[in-house]
């Protein structure tokens, strides 16, 4: 009998209102094996969330309606197991408390980088 040795699939938010950034970053989480849902807006990323808990929420800072500093505080305090990466165009030190945080555009590198510090047992 197979001892299946594989570890199950990183679950990842990406909360982007570009297309075009958004695509980007789903193609790079999914090809270092993770299972990704994208959302446009904080509102679809809280019901996201609550139906599906992320291990990592990738989060834009401007988005429509709630931005994304409110939801960072709400994904670290309801859910404080995931790993809040927020991925902007504005200065650093604009941003909220996370685990991470990158300029745009966000690069194989960067979302690399995430999985190897946060994601136990991560090898690339």
Do not use: H
């Amino acid at each position: 009998m197979a001892v299946n040795t594989q570890r199950p699939p990183v679950n990842v938010l990406v909360v982007e209102d570009g297309e075009d950034q958004r695509f980007l970053m789903q193609r790079y989480f999914e090809m270092a094996g993770c299972r990704v849902t994208t959302t446009e807006s904080a509102e679809e990323a809280m019901e996201s969330c609550a139906a599906s808990p992320p291990d990592v929420a990738m989060i834009d800072l401007i988005l429509p309606g709630m931005n994304g500093w409110d939801l960072a505080e709400r994904i670290r305090s309801g859910w404080p197991q995931c790993v809040v990466v927020i991925a902007s165009v504005l200065n650093v030190e604009q941003y909220p408390a996370s685990d991470a945080r990158f300029t745009k555009p966000v690069t194989r590198a960067n979302v690399q980088e995430v999985l190897e510090n946060f994601v136990p047992g991560w090898a690339a």
